[in-house]
């Protein structure tokens, strides 16, 4: 792609992170520099991700997060919804606090976090884990499941249709566990949807 056009977003960011996954750091020394030269001009050359490799200053990382969520689709107000109490939490003894993740199976983050999972204090936390992917037959995933007092395995639905599920909920906290990797679903967490309020 790069040989047909060197300036098509994002390639020097993916042919750098491919090769990493493959451990072939021959063009790192490089194409690192190549790569974060662009991105301070303001290049679409790297996903925020990947670009972790790339570089440890927070500014360009930032720089680059922001740079890739202009282009994510604009959110649009939901049109229904449940009424949403605006004083929850002075008439829940609990906060509700919900963990939403694709990554609730055989993945670092449930093996990094399910002891906190199984940790909520729950004299002062209702927990609620919600899973974007499913996966009922791992070791990591039946611990984690275990873990929160209610589970929620919504399956494929739009980010409207999610937001309007975890909006029912009436949480007082949401946890994005995704980030902007592979799975992410940053479109559900647009401020304009509000689906937490």
Known sequence: ML??????????????????????????????????????????????FSFLAVCDSTALQLKCARQFAALQPAA???????????????????????????????????YLMAGLFERHDRRRFETIGISLREDAESPTARRVQAAFERWIAPGRRS????????GDLQLD??????????EHRAGLFAIARRPFR
Do not use: K
């Open 76 to 110: 649009a107000p939901l049109s229904t919804g449940a009424t949403r109490s605006t004083d929850r939490g002075s008439s829940r003894e609990r906060i509700r606090i919900a963990y939403i993740s694709a990554d609730f199976l055989e993945h670092p983050t449930p």
């Open 173 to 182: 906290i949401a946890v994005d566990l995704m980030g902007y990797t592979g």
């Open 3 to 48: 040989e047909i056009d060197p300036a098509y977003p994002y390639a020097r960011g993916a042919r750098l992170h491919a090769e990493l996954q493959i451990a072939d750091w021959t063009d790192y020394p490089a194409s690192a520099p190549d790569i974060l030269a662009r991105l301070e001009r303001d290049e679409r050359v790297d996903f925020p």
């Open 159 to 166: 980010d409207e249709d999610l937001a309007r599920v975890i």
